[in-house]
T-cell receptor, first 115, second 110 residues
Framework: GAVVSQHPSWVICKSGTSVKIECRSL??????MFWYRQFPKQSLMLMAT?????????EQGVEKDKFLINHASLTLSTLTVTSAHPEDSSFYIC???????????FGPGTRLTVT | SQQGEEDPQALSIQEGENATMNCSYK?????LQWYRQNSGRGLVHLIL?????REKHSGRLRVTLDTSKKSSSLLITASRAADTASYFC??????????FGSGTQLTVLP
């Protein structure tokens, strides 16, 4: 089946620094990748949708200058949290899709803690 | 994106009992999916039901969909301790994005 990996699985960083999270589709080409954020005991909230080779589309209320998304290839998307603050601490999950109408496959998530 | 509502928020049952979770949504959909999430882990896809389907089975899982009421239910029969997890419904409309429900935390006691 389709496998999506995320790296790192967890990261702790100091306030004010930037953190990059990678999302890779291991055995299929992902034309579209999605980034979600999940706070403790809450549901997943879509942050942005990225298509390979084009700019990401951000959901309302998500700062595009703070959460930089790059989808440079059909197997890799990155989310960079810039100038991280404690309130950015969350579980970040990506998903990848092979195209229109295709199922989304989820990565295992990255736990970010900002101290 | 607006979330759907799931109820109950939390459910605790004994091993062997059946567990039923409900999901309501607001907009028209192409399909509805159910996912499981163990604590601190990623999502596991359980089952997808299309808008023109009313019921679907997969092993111990039974999903129903009532588009007139904009609601779905997930039934897990003969539950096991390993079924302990959070369960989310997610709807997909004309756009490709998934809109997740608020989730049900299921605890199956041995």
């Amino acid at each position: 089946g389709a496998v999506v990996s995320q790296h790192p699985s967890w990261v702790i960083c100091k306030s004010g620094t930037s953190v990059k999270i990678e999302c890779r589709s291991l055995d299929f080409q992902a034309t579209t990748m999605f980034w979600y954020r999940q706070f403790p005991k809450q549901s997943l909230m879509l942050m942005a949708t990225s298509n390979e080779g084009s700019k990401a589309t951000y959901e309302q209320g998500v700062e595009k200058d703070k959460f930089l998304i790059n989808h440079a290839s059909l197997t890799l998307s990155t989310l960079t949290v810039t100038s991280a603050h404690p309130e950015d601490s969350s579980f970040y999950i990506c998903s990848a899709s092979g195209g229109q109408g295709r199922e989304q496959y989820f990565g295992p998530g990255t736990r970010l803690t900002v101290t | 994106s607006q979330q759907g509502e799931e109820d109950p928020q939390a459910l605790s049952i004994q091993e062997g009992e059946n567990a039923t979770m409900n999901c309501s949504y607001k907009t028209s959909i192409n399909n509805l999916q159910w996912y499981r999430q163990n604590s601190g882990r990623g999502l596991v896809h359980l089952i997808l039901i299309r808008s023109n389907e009313r019921e679907k089975h997969s092993g111990r899982l039974r999903v129903t969909l009532d588009t007139s009421k904009k609601s779905s239910s997930l039934l897990i029969t003969a539950s096991r301790a390993a079924d302990t997890a959070s369960y989310f419904c997610a709807t997909s409309g004309s756009a490709r994005q998934l809109t997740f429900g608020s989730g049900t935390q299921l605890t199956v006691l041995p």
